[in-house]
Every structure is written in structure tokens, then in C-alpha cells.
């Protein structure tokens, strides 16, 4: 079964549309972790370790956090991300396949 891990909690939005991909993980509790970013790698590095191609990232909470966490999934799956985007007016989330050494979208 898919994982879909949420980068970061966000007090009051509801990630449960996500689940229709995959079992939803939030990754980092709420709050700023831009000036502690040792701790934060550590504990990314440690949630993702077994990242993978049926997994995904859901990209919410500090753009610092976003960010790290992008970057250790690409690290885990060669390269490669698979992330859920929020789509405003058909309240659903969409896939966006990511390949940071310029692969196919496929």
C-alpha cells in the first residue's frame, strides 16, 4: 500500500481527500523549524527512509520544511517524487510526477 506523506501538519486543514492514494503520514508537527534544520533533516531522513515509487509527498506547512523534505525523497527514489496537488475548484487532489535528472513525466 502507497504512503502519502504530509510534510508538515497544518492546524485546521483536513488532509483526508488524500487517503484515496494511500495511507496519510504527517511527517513534522506544526510550527516554524526554519532555524532548526539539523533535527528536522534527521527526523525526514528517518520517516522517509523507505520512500518509494508508489509513495507521495503532499506538500504542506514551512517552505523550509517543503523543501527538505523534497529533497530527501529525490534522495530515497533516485530522483524521483511523486506529489499531491490541491485543485481549488474540483476539491481533489492531482498528481504531479517529479524527475529532478529530467526523466519522463511518464
Given at each position: ?7 508538515q ?7 483526508l ?13 506544526p ?18 527512509a523507505?520512500?518509494g515509487?508508489?509513495?507521495y ?34 476539491r ?9 535528472f529530467?526523466?519522463?513525466d511518464?
Amino acid at each position: 500500500m502507497a504512503n502519502v506523506f504530509v510534510v508538515q501538519e497544518v492546524v485546521g486543514r483536513n488532509f483526508l481527500p488524500a487517503q484515496e492514494f494511500g495511507k496519510v503520514k504527517v511527517l513534522l508537527p506544526p510550527g516554524n523549524i526554519a532555524f532548526s534544520s539539523g533535527p528536522t533533516m534527521r527526523r525526514l531522513n528517518s520517516a522517509l527512509a523507505k520512500y518509494g515509487e508508489e509513495d507521495y509527498l503532499l506538500m504542506a506547512g514551512d517552505p523550509a520544511a517543503i523543501a527538505m523534505a523534497g529533497a530527501v525523497a529525490c534522495d530515497r527514489n533516485r530522483g524521483r517524487m511523486k506529489l499531491l496537488k490541491w485543485d481549488r475548484q474540483e476539491r481533489r487532489y492531482y498528481v504531479v510526477q517529479c524527475d529532478i535528472f529530467g526523466g519522463s513525466d511518464g
